[in-house]
């Protein structure tokens, strides 16, 4: 389904035409630190008793209605790459309050095996089902290991401290920065409320190759590093690992996603920059 260019989120209406008797559950990607949620949404999804999955690797610290993003929904993902909000360098973690999701989260970041699980009278199932096993090495599900390190732990652990106010300073920088792009270039009508943006977001309004390569060939001549389809290499819907499952020219049917795949920007916005940094940045981009 296609986006809500606001948030860069799936679009509700979509999402919740889309639900039938099949969908397990709803996996939505809060996407470069917007929330992408409603209480529509969330209303309509509890009604129907279809769980929420919150990815939320870009967005930490952002809100919906000022309750976190990641404690709403039945699960939730986050991750410490070293790009985003704060960083185990790599890895990232997932959150839960369902004791059964929680323990089978457990196996799977460790092979599968049954032995990691915390619950008693879960792991004690396993083993009862599978008395020709060995206790100690019952692999319920087809895992690898994504276990993190000590290493990794301190380097999230001393980083968290500092999360919030540097959450401020990145937002104190997008918001400087959509007030000062030129609207009639920029796409800059986000919803900003309980954003946590770590990238700053260029859209272009218009669908103007000429002007998408005055715009790159400028970013690149003043230095401004930038990734293209924004932080994920676009529409994924165009990319291989994906092709084999879905229908000949599929990508079309998604014409937000496919303006920002070829006309959307993913800049770093770091909590270092000052305002008269994220000022010049926007007489660069301005300048076009």
Wanted: glycine share 6%; hydrophobic share 35%.
């Amino acid at each position: 389904m296609d986006i809500n260019p606001r948030t860069l989120a799936m679009d509700e209406d979509q999402v919740l035409a889309k639900i039938n008797d099949n969908t397990r559950a709803v996996f939505l990607t809060h996407a470069q630190g917007f929330n992408g949620l409603s209480d529509r949404l969330v209303s309509e999804l509890e009604k129907r008793g279809v769980p929420l999955i919150e990815d939320v690797c870009e967005s930490h610290g952002a809100t919906h209605k000022g309750k976190k993003l990641g404690s709403i929904g039945l699960a939730s993902n986050f991750s410490f790459y070293f790009a985003h909000h704060m960083s185990t360098i790599e890895g990232g973690m997932v959150c839960t309050n369902d004791e059964a999701f929680y323990n089978a989260i457990l196996a799977l970041r460790s092979h599968g095996m049954t032995r990691e699980i915390q619950n008693d009278e879960i792991r004690q199932k396993w083993i009862d089902e599978n008395p020709e096993l060995s206790p100690d090495f019952i692999f319920a599900y087809p895992a690898i290991n994504t276990r993190n390190t000590e290493i990794g732990a301190v380097l999230g652990r001393s980083a968290l401290p500092r999360l919030d106010a540097n959450n401020a300073l990145r937002t104190r920088n997008f918001t400087l920065l959509i007030k000062n792009l030129d609207p009639n270039i920029y796409f800059t009508d986000f919803v900003l409320e309980g954003s946590s943006n770590y990238a700053f977001n260029l859209i272009l309004k218009e669908k103007d190759p000429a002007l998408r390569d005055r715009l790159e060939k400028k970013m690149r001549d003043e230095g401004v590093e930038f990734r293209r389809g924004s932080a994920g290499g676009g529409n994924q819907v165009r990319q291989p690992y994906v092709r084999p499952y879905i229908r000949e020219n599929e990508w079309l049917e998604y014409p937000e996603v496919e303006h920002i795949h070829y006309y959307g920007y993913y800049v770093g916005n770091y909590p270092s920059m000052s305002e008269e940094q994220v000022l010049e940045l926007c007489k660069v981009l301005n300048s076009i």
